[in-house]
Nanobody, 126 residues
């Protein structure tokens, strides 16, 4: 059974950093595109970044440009989201999702992604 598990969330002060991990079980990530999404309270889930099976990246929001990066380590079957210069508006539950094999273009609704993790909470507050 294909499963994704996020970890690395927590409470961080504004300007701080966190690295989220998305680990796969039941399948190997190297053939899949992995996207990171987030959902703040009362808001629609939004795409953040995606990395394809060939490690090309797609950005789904300008809000994290220059601050967040996505990477993958196929040997560890894990995708990472490095978040720097965090702001209070980055507070959300962060999810990873899998699709095959390329990152869908911006505009594809998040519900079209077939596989999801359970999410990890990120809170940016002083």
């Amino acid at each position: 059974q294909l499963q994704l598990v996020e970890s690395g969330g927590g409470l961080v002060q504004p300007g701080g950093s966190l690295r989220l991990s998305c680990a796969a079980s039941g399948f190997t990530l190297d053939s899949y595109a992995i996207g990171w999404f987030r959902q703040a309270p009362g808001k629609e889930r939004e795409g953040v970044l995606c990395i394809s099976s060939s490690s090309s990246t797609t950005s789904y929001t300008d809000a994290v440009k220059g601050r967040f990066t996505i990477s993958r380590d196929n040997a560890k079957n894990t995708v990472y989201l490095q978040m720097n210069s965090l702001k209070p508006e980055d507070t959300a539950v962060y999810y990873c999702a899998a699709d095959w094999p390329s990152c869908p273009p911006m505009g594809v609704h998040w519900s079209q992604w077939p596989y999801w993790g359970q999410g990890t909470q990120v809170t940016v507050s002083s």
